[in-house]
């Protein structure tokens, strides 16, 4: 698919690609789903392998996909922030945009991968009758800090803050070779955030998976989403 220019209320505009599924009709419902690239300050952009692998999962399984390049990647006009918290809003846009485009859409799932993860985690649930899932993919807690100019504590409690609502439905899944955090790590924080939540909440560890996802490693960590996607 050709990608295209959507303007955003700021003035830039963001480069996306929107994909239909190759079958739609009533036993095909008309789901969405919304990925993000890893940072752009480290070359994160639309066409990473994780994200065009997982797109065409996704289109295979009956949704409809948007990829997109952040503020200042490739076609994409505007400037990255180093906080990501003009990226929030820009996805909140991009969201609405793909809404429009598809008739009476039930559902949208959000999958940010590496620091789209962290952006992913930010958008609150959409308004009924529109199910909303996030699916937080290699999420970088280590270098969290790093990586939103020392906002982490917007970030945590934002995260926490979607968990506590009733309605949620996330999907937490890691490599045990994670590059950044130390399985140590995830397996602490991933069991604090499963005390506080109030809705669904399912964390998956992938064995002999680093951050990046190449190979067998991949094919195991869609298994996994694919999974989750059958139970939700």
């Known amino acids: 698919m050709a990608s295209q220019l959507v303007p955003m209320p700021q003035g830039h ?25 890893p940072w752009s300050w480290l070359g994160g952009r639309m066409h990473d392998h994780v994200i065009q692998t997982l797109s065409s999962s996704f289109i295979q399984r009956g949704f409809h996909t ?12 505007g400037r990255a922030s180093f906080t990501g918290f003009l990226e929030v809003e820009d996805l909140k846009e991009i969201i609405k945009w793909g809404v429009s485009k598809i008739q009476n859409v039930p559902s949208v799932t959000i999958l940010g991968y590496s620091h789209g993860s962290l952006i992913a985690s930010l958008h609150p649930l959409l308004d009924p009758p529109i199910s909303t ?18 906002k ?13 609502e009733p309605s949620s439905n996330v999907l937490i899944i890691y490599g045990d070779e994670d590059n950044f955090t130390s399985i140590s790590q995830y397996k602490k ?44």
Do not use: C
Not at 203 to 227: K, L, N, P, Q
């Open 133 to 150: 899932s996030h699916i937080l993919l290699s999420y970088p807690l280590s270098t969290r800090s790093l990586l939103t100019l020392f």
């Open 189 to 232: 924080w991933t069991g604090e955030l499963l005390k506080i939540t109030r809705g669904r909440l399912k964390t998956y560890e992938v064995e002999d998976a680093d951050h990046f996802w190449r190979g067998e490693s991949g094919e195991r960590m869609w298994e996994r989403i694919e999974s989750w996607l059958d139970e939700s």
């Open 66 to 77: 948007i990829v997109f390049n952040s503020r200042g990647v490739g076609a994409s006009t």
């Open 152 to 164: 982490s504590s917007t970030y945590s409690s934002g995260l926490r803050s979607l968990l506590q």
């Open 13 to 37: 505009s963001l480069e996306a690609i929107f994909t239909p599924p190759p079958v739609s009709g009533p036993a095909h419902p008309p789901r969405l789903a919304v990925l993000l690239h």
